[in-house]
């Protein structure tokens, strides 16, 4: 890598002071604080980080930093990777990781949706992987179209390959205007933002997997790769079995996401396959804590298509515990929980707790599952016989559990 311009350097080496302090201080794991110091004394800064090395910018409502995860463990196959590990996934965070391993010539970058535009543009990225898009909470992103438009405008005409989902079709949309479009078949759990043409607003027609415009030429394009259940499709029609650790069909077609963007960097799927095999959890996701002989495996779940996505990987025979907050990063607003079908929990004992829990309590008795309300989830999970419990819980009631708990890996 050709040395940073003198000014660039000062202001990475500040940044990382400052991450430092406010690890030592505990004020946060510094991936932030560090870029936020580095963009003030070099707005400039991410530019100058990113030149000079292969990037892919990981975007979607739901899995980006499991994805990123992911590609991160097949591309070191291949070299050392810089990558926000930790979800900071705004310019700030972006900077830190770069800064962090300076000579890595690869970068694995988690981007949040609405600065994809804008990172891929200072970056010059050479790989994009797009996956989903979905409401998040209602005060949050609730155009997800016009976020769509803006991914269509930032690759049109891009020296860009973008791996993209086509089951979605707001994705496909957005993805459409680039040049070279690899379209993975990786499924789509949640349709409900789905059920109009981007394009032109007429209905979409599905049949099975496949989905097109009844009013104007929009439709799912032939895919390349496909999740065909727990088998990767690759282009050339092998069949490669997934197996990985990380559980449910939301993990598998992250994977096999993966597996078509490192193939764009060489890696082939017998070499990445073994790697991906090799992620256990993902910051605090789907690991089990223990206490007194409960075992709890925490999922996070942070809007209508990530409960979706969590129901399918919980255990239909053990409790489950539901914490819900309603914190700034969680969107103040709870009406996002009458989105979600409830129903499937019926008949498995229901604990509820989290700052929220009585906005759930009425969702969950409106959609007649019963449940048993708790203090906080120390009280949830002594609530429970010894033995494996699943929980799932939105995103600050997530975080808290895990330090309740130390921030295991
Ligand atoms: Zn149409």
Known sequence: MSQLPFRAQVASALGRTAATLSRMTGRGDGSVIGGRVGLVLEPDLLRKLAQDRKLVLVSATNGKTTTTRLITSALLELGEVATNAFGANMPAG?????????RAPYGVLEVDEKYLPDVLDTTGASVLCLMNLSRDQMDRAAEIWLLAQK?????????????ANCDDPLVTWAASTA???????AGQRWKEDSWCCPECGGPLDRKDSDWACR?????????HWVLDHDVAIDPRGQRWPLDIQLPGQANRANAVMALAVVEIFGVPVQRALPKLAEVRSVAGRYTTVERDGRHARLLLAKNPAGWLEAFDVTDPALPIILAVNAQGPDGRDTSWLWDVDYRILRGRPVFVTGERKLDLALRLDTAGVPFQLAGDFTEALAAQPPGRVDVIANYTAFQHIRTEFGRAE
């Open 94 to 102: 972006h900077v830190s990781a770069l800064s962090q391993a300076k």
């Open 151 to 163: 991914w269509r405008r930032a690759v049109a005409g891009k020296p860009v390959h973008v791996v």
């Open 179 to 185: 040049g070279q479009v690899i379209w993975v078949a």
């Open 215 to 223: 009013e104007c030429t929009f439709r799912r394009p032939q895919p």
